[in-house]
């Protein structure tokens, strides 16, 4: 496939938790970073989570830190979020990352997924 694939997305109560999925062609080595984004009804995108190709050091948006895991597979390129304590206000459709690694800046392409919507209420 040509982009990111989710998966996971769906209806949850307050409180509950949801685990998305992300897979990416190619290998681990096709990219730099891949990450989790959001976009709710008239609001920017904005990150959620981001993590090195292949696992490593991760960054969270402040809104989600503490509940929110990103985590990445060190064989495929592939990322999981863990999404715990949801809330009404985490309702968006999430957006898969992925971003090309290449020897020049210029050649560097990022792929978006079709988005996975979550929605919490009661």
């Known amino acids: 496939q040509v982009q990111p694939v989710e998966s996971g997305g769906g209806l949850v109560q307050p409180g509950g938790s949801l685990r998305l999925s992300c897979t990416a062609p190619?290998?681990?080595?096709?990219?730099?970073?891949l990450g989790w984004y959001r976009q709710a009804p008239g609001k920017q995108r904005e990150m959620v989570a981001t993590i090195p190709s292949g696992g490593g050091g991760s960054n969270y948006a402040d809104f989600v830190k503490g509940r929110f895991t990103i985590s990445g597979d060190k064989s495929k390129p592939t990322v999981y979020l863990q999404m715990n304590n949801l809330e009404p206000g985490d309702t968006a459709v999430y957006y898969c990352?992925?971003?090309?690694?290449?020897?020049?800046?210029?050649?560097?392409?990022?792929?978006w997924g079709q988005g996975t919507q979550v929605t919490v209420r009661s």
């Open positions: 990352k992925a971003v090309t690694k290449t020897l020049s800046p210029k050649y560097e392409r990022t792929y």
């Open positions: 190619g290998s681990v080595y096709s990219y730099r970073t």
